[in-house]
């Protein structure tokens, strides 16, 4: 006998869940709402009390449910961020960060396992791109990141490992079951995401108007430049990315963040940041329509692989200066879990040259 293909249990809506229970399983339609808020606050089917021995029985065998487990947790003994790295049911590892501030605790997730973008300065796309991320996946590191520490989480940035829009349909139905008031209820409005910039996704990003933050990652102010470190660029030059930004907010409204990684001697001069200030303000800032410009600017993290060297606090300091004299507002990030490497990528790479 064949061995049966499970129901993703975590991977299903309300709706969906409605239909499964009834057509499949022979239960009551309102049994869907209490298995999925339980599943959502990482009760095992097995577990949960209010189904009968048999409705739990069921679920057993026609459905799967797992939640990555913890193969290594780092905490932070500057500022409590948790970093982990998760395993997948197959094996495969992902990163997950959880970040405290006083407005409440944010998650870095992954999107998928590797990238295959090919960003230079990036650890996660060392080695290329594994696989997608299913929902349940994704929606499996919030859970475990609020089960394990204790915490709600009430913010969402999807900048960990992978790309988000190179695996659209799973990432946007997880944008739709995470904000769900019968399960972590963690709404648009509190989620960003962010795109090295594929232009035709983010078009049909625009077309769905979700009340997300978009972040581009531009880290350069001219095709030249940004082609040496970016190749998506070779595909949709700065100009058509910026357009495709422009034609977004002019249908969401919604603030784009625009993200760039300081690398020393590759873009972080005077003189780029007068390039990337006129490229922003002409293409941005034209028409009708005045968008709001802001750019995080990042010290690079610094891979062995790559060779790039951040830049120093003084030429982080004079490119926001050219950028806020040009009327463009400028941020420096905050590193935070500096002495657990928390950014993504690295654990993952660690734990792969173990077993090579």
């Known amino acids: 006998m064949e061995n049966q293909i499970k129901t993703d249990l975590l991977s299903l809506s309300v709706t969906e869940l409605e239909k499964f229970v009834t057509e499949e399983l022979g239960e009551a339609k309102y049994r869907a709402k209490q298995i999925f808020t339980n599943i959502h606050r990482g009760v095992p089917p097995s577990e949960i009390t209010n189904l009968s021995k048999a409705l739990r029985q069921k679920l057993e065998e026609k459905c799967e449910y797992r939640l990555p487990r913890i193969e290594r947790k780092l905490v932070s003994k500057l500022d409590g961020t948790v970093k982990y790295l998760f395993q997948l049911i197959d094996g495969n590892c992902i990163e997950t960060v959880v970040m405290k501030y006083n407005h409440g605790n944010t998650v870095c997730i992954s999107s998928q396992v590797g990238c295959r973008m090919g960003c230079r300065f990036c650890a996660s796309t060392i080695g290329g791109k594994v696989r997608d991320l299913t929902p349940s996946e994704l929606l499996g590191q919030v859970i475990m990141a609020q089960k394990d520490t204790g915490e709600r989480i009430s913010n969402i940035v999807m900048m960990g490992i992978g790309e988000p829009l190179d695996n659209f349909e799973n990432v946007v139905k997880f944008l739709a079951l995470v904000g769900c008031e019968d399960g972590l209820n963690i709404g648009y409005r509190h989620i960003s995401l962010s795109t090295c910039g594929i232009v035709d996704k983010i078009y049909e990003l625009r077309e769905l108007d979700l ?121 420096v990030r905050r590193k935070l879990g500096s002495d657990i490497n928390a950014s993504c990528g690295q654990l993952r790479r660690e734990a792969a040259k173990k077993e090579e």
């Not at 100009?239 to 690398?263: G, M, N, P, Q």
């Not at 590759?266 to 003189?271: C, G, H, I, L, T």
């Not at 005045?290 to 790559?306: A, F, S, Y």
């Open 211 to 331: 009340p997300i933050t978009l972040s581009i990652s531009l880290h350069a102010p001219d095709d030249e430049t940004r082609s040496a470190i970016m190749p998506i660029n070779n595909k949709w030059s700065v100009s058509e990315l910026l357009r495709a930004c422009r034609d977004y907010y002019a249908v969401t409204k919604r603030r784009i963040s625009f993200e760039y990684t300081l690398i020393s001697g590759k873009n972080d001069s005077a003189e780029n940041a007068e390039k990337l200030a006129s490229v922003l303000n002409s293409l941005l800032r034209a028409g009708k329509d005045i968008m709001p410009i802001h750019v995080n600017l990042i010290p690079v993290n610094e891979v062995k692989e790559t060779g790039f060297r951040r830049s120093g606090d003084a030429a982080v300091k004079a490119f926001a200066a050219v950028l806020e004299k040009r009327g463009i507002r400028a941020t």
